[in-house]
Every structure is written in structure tokens, then in C-alpha cells.
């Protein structure tokens, strides 16, 4: 049976480093990217493949079940890769609801789309993309494995941790083929500038004031964002059904600590005087709920596929900032809003 897999929220960051390299690297799979377009999706982000043969795109929001069914029925969907999300925490403290309805009714309205449209189970793969802030905050000790209890602490982590359960649910209840990676935070090109590294890379090249929430102690695992695609191209085709993968960095950092280790490549990279973009730093009222730590043990996967980072992360900054400097078009049809009229006029008349 030829694949044709749906790829959900392939507009938006890690989606779109995934559409690729599956259009690129496998020309014999259908390729769908099925995306609403919401103010995170941008199709710019996929000029590469846009015309590629066995790439199509679907403007569709994943909780619209007559929706799904149409496009698994013009495209013979045979398998699932599920990145559609809200994915932002401050947005989820302001409105929550909107992370149930996307996160987990999406969620649960595309699980019953493939249940129904699917007749041999066996034959398919539902493969959810997940984050480890499902399992709470770690103090200063300690990693999150995958038999880590789930304990989420935010709207945004809540709605992901539900969404993991119904997948987990239906696999058990129903016997579809399922498969959850839960990935440490992600960084690279194509990131909307909300999230903090791109922000900072936004603010430093205007010199504007660089937001630091607390006292910056809060630590995150940081993954450069083509190392989870190649994860996420590994556990689609050699996990183990049912199972669970955690993909991580094994690379801690404080927030204060990246946000200067960014001063002081882009004062480098600007021809600034060394030290002049730390001024920038502001120190800010914290997150509500702020979790401390997050910190991945990713032994399994690395020991059970082989799968392993690539890049270190000052090599992996220094190419995220070059990507940014060098891409000052995509960023500023972000901020300018214009991103959102690539639809418009490259793919309404398809
Ligand atoms: P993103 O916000 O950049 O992209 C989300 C995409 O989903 C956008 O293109 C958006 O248009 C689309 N979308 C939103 N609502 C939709 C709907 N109702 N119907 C169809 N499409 C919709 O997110 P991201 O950072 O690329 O994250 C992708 C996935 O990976 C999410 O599920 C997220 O929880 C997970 N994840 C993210 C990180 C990270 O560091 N960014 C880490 C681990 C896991
Ligand atoms: P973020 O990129 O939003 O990812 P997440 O909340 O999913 O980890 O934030 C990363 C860390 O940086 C988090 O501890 C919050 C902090 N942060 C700031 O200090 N300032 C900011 O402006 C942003 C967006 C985040």
C-alpha cells in the first residue's frame, strides 16, 4: 500500500522541519500537510516543497470531523503524524479554553476520523507529538523518563497530557497503532518570535528589551528542532507500536543563561561592542505557575533506535541566529502580519 501520510501542523515550526524532510526524503509517500492556518502556521515556511509532486496542502481545521473525512477520503490517508496544536504557555494562561478545544477535542476528533476511516488497524499509525511538559516540574535533581507519572502544571501542559491519554485510550480501547514521543523545548528557524529564543534574536537585532520572567533561573532541556524531525522520521518507521519515546537534548540551560550566551553571539555577529545587547536584559513579573526545571532522559530512544542529537548547542545557536539574520523577509512578514496572505496568493486557485 503506497503511504500517504497526514501531517498535521506542518505550517507551523516543528511541523514544517518535518513536512520536509519527509517530501524530501521519501518520494514515494503522499505527503499532507493539513494545517488551519492560525496566526502560528506560516506556508512560507514550506516554499522548498511547495510544488514538490507528492506534497499537497489542506486548509483545515481539525475540529471539523466532516472536514477530516473528506480529506482522508480524497487522499487515502493511511497513517498519522499529529503536530496540530495551540503550543504557546503564556496563551494557554489567557485562554485555556481555546488549548481544550484545539489539543484535545482536535485531538479526539481526528482519532475518530482515522478509527472510522481505517478498516485494518495493523496497517496504520496514529504517531501524536508530544511535549515532556506533561510531566510536571523537576527540582534541581532528577530527569523524566517515560514512566515519569504525569503531573501538568499549566493550561497548555494540561490539554497536551489529556490529549496523550486519549491517544493511550484509544490504543487500548479500540486497538488502534499508536505511537507519543514527549520532546524537550525545541529551537531553530522558522520559530514564531513569541517563544524565547527567537524573541530574543527578534529584540537584540532592534534593540529592544529582552523579557526575562523571574529571575531567569528556570531551567529547559533544549533540542535543535531538526533533531527531533529526524526523531520523529525514526520512531515513525522503527518504534515500537503502543509505545512511548521521550526525545531530548541532554542539554540544560538557565533562561538567563541563554538569554546572555544570545547578547553575546549576536554582539559578535552585529559588530557590536561586547557586552552591549546584555543591556537589553529586563527582568520581568514571572510566568504564573512557572515550572522550574525540565529535564529529559532520552536513553531509551537513543539505546532501543540509535537515535541521538547532532548538533551541539552553540553550533545549533549559531545557525539559528544566522537563520534569522540571514531570513529578515520571513521575520518581518511575521511581525508585519503579511505571512498571512501567502495562502491568498499561492494556493487559493490549486
Ligand atoms: P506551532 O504553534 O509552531 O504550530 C502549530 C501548528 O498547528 C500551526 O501551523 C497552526 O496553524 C496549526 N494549528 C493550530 N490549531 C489548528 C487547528 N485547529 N487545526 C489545524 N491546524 C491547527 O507549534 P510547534 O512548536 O511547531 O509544536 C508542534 C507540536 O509539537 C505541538 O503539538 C506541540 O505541543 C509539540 N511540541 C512542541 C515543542 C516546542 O518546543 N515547540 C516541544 C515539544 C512538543
Ligand atoms: P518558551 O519559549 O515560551 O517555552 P516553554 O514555556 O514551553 O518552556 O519559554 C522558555 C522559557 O523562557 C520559559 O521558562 C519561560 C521563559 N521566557 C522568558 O523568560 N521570557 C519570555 O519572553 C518568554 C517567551 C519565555
Given at each position: 500500500?503506497?503511504?500517504?501520510?497526514?501531517?498535521?501542523?506542518?505550517?507551523?515550526?516543528?511541523?514544517?522541519?518535518?513536512?520536509?524532510?519527509?517530501v524530501e526524503k521519501y518520494p514515494d509517500y503522499n505527503i499532507i500537510n493539513l494545517d488551519l492556518l492560525t496566526y502560528a502556521g506560516n506556508l512560507e515556511n514550506l516554499k522548498e516543497v511547495e510544488n514538490a509532486p507528492n506534497y499537497?496542502?489542506?486548509?483545515?481545521?481539525?475540529?471539523?470531523?466532516?472536514?477530516?473525512?473528506?480529506?482522508?477520503?480524497?487522499?487515502?490517508?493511511?497513517?498519522?503524524?499529529?503536530?496540530?496544536?495551540?503550543?504557546?504557555?503564556?496563551?494557554?494562561?489567557?485562554?485555556?479554553?481555546?488549548?481544550v478545544r484545539t489539543n484535545v477535542i482536535g485531538t479526539v476528533n481526528l482519532l475518530n476520523v482515522a478509527k472510522a476511516y481505517w478498516k485494518?488497524?495493523?496497517?496504520?499509525?496514529?504517531?501524536?507529538?508530544?511535549?515532556?511538559?506533561?510531566?510536571?516540574?523537576l527540582e534541581d535533581g532528577g530527569f523524566f523518563t517515560e514512566t515519569t507519572p504525569y503531573d501538568p502544571q499549566s493550561p497548555y501542559s494540561a490539554s497536551k497530557a489529556s490529549s496523550d491519554h486519549f491517544v493511550r485510550a484509544y490504543a487500548?480501547?479500540?486497538?488502534?497503532?499508536?505511537?507519543?514521543?514527549?520532546?524537550?523545548?525545541?529551537?531553530?528557524?522558522?520559530?514564531?518570535?513569541?517563544?524565547?529564543i527567537p524573541?530574543?534574536?527578534?529584540?537584540?537585532?532592534?534593540?529592544?528589551?529582552?523579557?526575562?520572567?523571574?529571575?531567569?533561573?528556570?531551567?529547559?532541556?533544549?533540542?535543535?528542532?531538526?533533531?527531533?524531525?529526524?526523531?520523529?522520521?525514526m520512531v515513525?518507521?522503527?518504534?515500537?507500536?503502543?509505545?512511548?519515546?521521550?526525545?531530548?537534548?541532554?542539554?540544560?540551560?538557565?533562561?538567563?543563561?541563554?538569554v546572555k550566551l544570545l547578547c553575546q553571539k549576536m554582539d559578535e555577529k552585529l559588530g557590536r561592542e561586547a557586552g552591549s545587547s546584555e543591556k537589553l536584559i529586563?527582568?520581568?513579573?514571572?510566568r504564573a505557575g512557572h515550572d522550574h526545571r525540565y529535564a529529559i532522559d532520552a536513553t531509551k530512544?537513543?539505546?532501543?533506535?540509535?537515535?541521538?542529537p547532532s548538533l551541539q548547542f552553540e553550533e545549533g545557536i549559531t545557525k539559528t541566529i544566522d537563520w534569522y539574520l540571514e531570513n529578515e523577509e520571513w521575520l518581518n512578514n511575521v511581525t508585519s502580519g503579511d505571512y498571512q496572505k501567502y495562502y491568498e496568493l499561492h494556493y487559493d486557485n490549486r
Amino acid at each position: 500500500m503506497k503511504k500517504s501520510i497526514l501531517i498535521t501542523g506542518g505550517a507551523g515550526f516543528i511541523g514544517c522541519h518535518v513536512v520536509r524532510l519527509f517530501v524530501e526524503k521519501y518520494p514515494d509517500y503522499n505527503i499532507i500537510n493539513l494545517d488551519l492556518l492560525t496566526y502560528a502556521g506560516n506556508l512560507e515556511n514550506l516554499k522548498e516543497v511547495e510544488n514538490a509532486p507528492n506534497y499537497r496542502f489542506e486548509r483545515v481545521d481539525i475540529l471539523k470531523e466532516e472536514d477530516l473525512k473528506f480529506v482522508f477520503e480524497k487522499h487515502n490517508v493511511t497513517d498519522v503524524i499529529h503536530l496540530a496544536a495551540e503550543s504557546h504557555v503564556d496563551r494557554s494562561i489567557t485562554d485555556p479554553l481555546a488549548f481544550v478545544r484545539t489539543n484535545v477535542i482536535g485531538t479526539v476528533n481526528l482519532l475518530n476520523v482515522a478509527k472510522a476511516y481505517w478498516k485494518n488497524y495493523d496497517d496504520h499509525l496514529f504517531y501524536h507529538v508530544s511535549t515532556d511538559e506533561v510531566y510536571g516540574s523537576l527540582e534541581d535533581g532528577g530527569f523524566f523518563t517515560e514512566t515519569t507519572p504525569y503531573d501538568p502544571q499549566s493550561p497548555y501542559s494540561a490539554s497536551k497530557a489529556s490529549s496523550d491519554h486519549f491517544v493511550r485510550a484509544y490504543a487500548n480501547t479500540y486497538k488502534l497503532k499508536t505511537v507519543i514521543t514527549n520532546c524537550s523545548n525545541n529551537y531553530g528557524a522558522n520559530q514564531f518570535p513569541e517563544k524565547l529564543i527567537p524573541l530574543c534574536i527578534h529584540n537584540i537585532k532592534n534593540n529592544r528589551p529582552l523579557p526575562v520572567y523571574g529571575k531567569g533561573e528556570n531551567i529547559r532541556d533544549w533540542l535543535y528542532v531538526v533533531d527531533h524531525a529526524r526523531a520523529i522520521d525514526m520512531v515513525f518507521h522503527e518504534g515500537k507500536p503502543g509505545e512511548t519515546y521521550n526525545v531530548g537534548g541532554f542539554n540544560e540551560w538557565k533562561n538567563i543563561d541563554i538569554v546572555k550566551l544570545l547578547c553575546q553571539k549576536m554582539d559578535e555577529k552585529l559588530g557590536r561592542e561586547a557586552g552591549s545587547s546584555e543591556k537589553l536584559i529586563t527582568y520581568v513579573t514571572d510566568r504564573a505557575g512557572h515550572d522550574h526545571r525540565y529535564a529529559i532522559d532520552a536513553t531509551k530512544i537513543q539505546r532501543e533506535l540509535g537515535w541521538e542529537p547532532s548538533l551541539q548547542f552553540e553550533e545549533g545557536i549559531t545557525k539559528t541566529i544566522d537563520w534569522y539574520l540571514e531570513n529578515e523577509e520571513w521575520l518581518n512578514n511575521v511581525t508585519s502580519g503579511d505571512y498571512q496572505k501567502y495562502y491568498e496568493l499561492h494556493y487559493d486557485n490549486r
